[in-house]
């Protein structure tokens, strides 16, 4: 019986050119178990009968499936006729990279089970075949293996874990925030167009800090970096008397052991010394020394600006810059 009235008998109009297929099915149902016929789908053209589908002229049906010897070929047929384990038969024996033949979708409710969910992820593995979906499921039994590698190949896992900025343990590291430099670091204007003492006119470092402060709030403590940044960004607001205090809270031997960001931490201790160590100016000197003939122009202007801020001061001449690295700079003496 068709479930549709209309499929009792209906004529199709199809158009078939060279070396193509058309596929046309309808839906039926059997009222009881027995033997029925169906009459065959026929293809005419030109009002003359050509050929008609190969179907067997008496159908059964019966009330429960007996696989018996009946070989299931296809994922649909094992969906349909087979079992959890001739799913997992099927991913081991076939080419799961061909969406014609498997589809990761039409088989994810076999890992409900805990059994089954073991032996499909070891075949996806020893295959090299990775399905966040599948993954995914390491959070409902706790394997914590397959959970870490979940996290390592989902880059949008902010999605699952909310809009962190940072995020670690042993499975997960996430660190969206990158640190942005602005320069000149010396504003223009000493003095604040509003009535608030500090403000930013910058939209996008405006910007950069509030993200910068949402990222420190997330961190369970700020390491050297986000010090060094920290007290950049405090400077960068003529926040000097903040800088100076922070800007001892920063491990030298941190910074210097594990290479984190050294020159930046230098020219923040070199320029802040400035504002505490008149009229020696020691830390600075001794700092700037070592710049002067940096290998990166930019850094290396940046040194020689309070080279020359101290030059000024000593009443000697101010340094050139030489474009070329390998060029030696001589700081120049003291006028008598």
Request: charged content about 25%.
């Amino acid at each position: 019986m068709p479930v549709y009235d209309l499929d009792d008998l209906k004529i199709h109009d199809q158009t078939i050119s060279g070396l193509e297929t058309s596929l046309l099915t309808f839906k039926f149902y059997f009222p009881t178990a027995g033997s029925f016929s169906c009459y065959p789908a026929t293809i005419t053209k030109n009002n003359r009968f050509i050929a008609h589908s190969n179907i067997p002229a008496s159908l059964k049906v019966v009330e429960k499936f007996e696989r018996g010897d009946k070989v299931l070929d296809s994922l649909q047929d094992i969906l349909n006729y087979g079992s959890q384990e001739d799913i997992l038969n099927f991913m081991r024996e076939k080419n799961l990279f061909n969406p014609n033949i498997f589809q990761m979708q039409q088989v994810l409710w076999v890992l409900q089970d805990e059994k089954y969910y073991t032996e499909a992820l070891k075949i996806l593995k020893d295959k090299c075949f990775y399905d966040p979906r599948a993954w995914e499921y390491s959070l409902k039994y706790g394997d914590l293996e397959t959970f870490a590698e979940w996290t390592k190949n989902t880059p949008t896992l902010s999605e699952y874990l909310g809009q962190f900025k940072y995020f670690k343990n042993k499975f997960a590291n996430i660190d969206t925030f990158k640190p942005l430099e602005y320069d000149p670091l010396i504003n223009a204007r000493a003095h604040s167009l509003s009535e608030k003492k500090q403000n930013i006119l910058n939209k996008d470092f405006r910007n950069t800090y509030e993200n910068f402060l949402a990222y420190c709030v997330e961190r369970p403590s700020l390491g050297s970096r986000e010090r060094i940044i920290f007290t950049a960004y405090l400077t960068l607001q003529d926040r000097i008397e903040e800088a100076l205090v922070f800007v001892k809270t920063i491990d030298e031997q941190d910074v210097r052991s594990n290479s984190v960001m050294v020159v930046q931490y230098d020219y923040l201790k070199a320029y802040l010394s400035i504002f505490e160590e008149y009229p020696t100016f020691t830390t600075a000197r001794t700092i700037t020394k070592n710049y002067l003939q940096f290998a990166d122009l930019s850094w290396r202007k940046m040194f020689v600006e309070i080279a020359n801020q101290l030059a000024e001061y000593d009443g000697a001449e101010t340094i050139q810059v030489e474009e070329d690295p390998d060029k030696v700079i001589k700081h120049a003496s003291n006028k008598d």
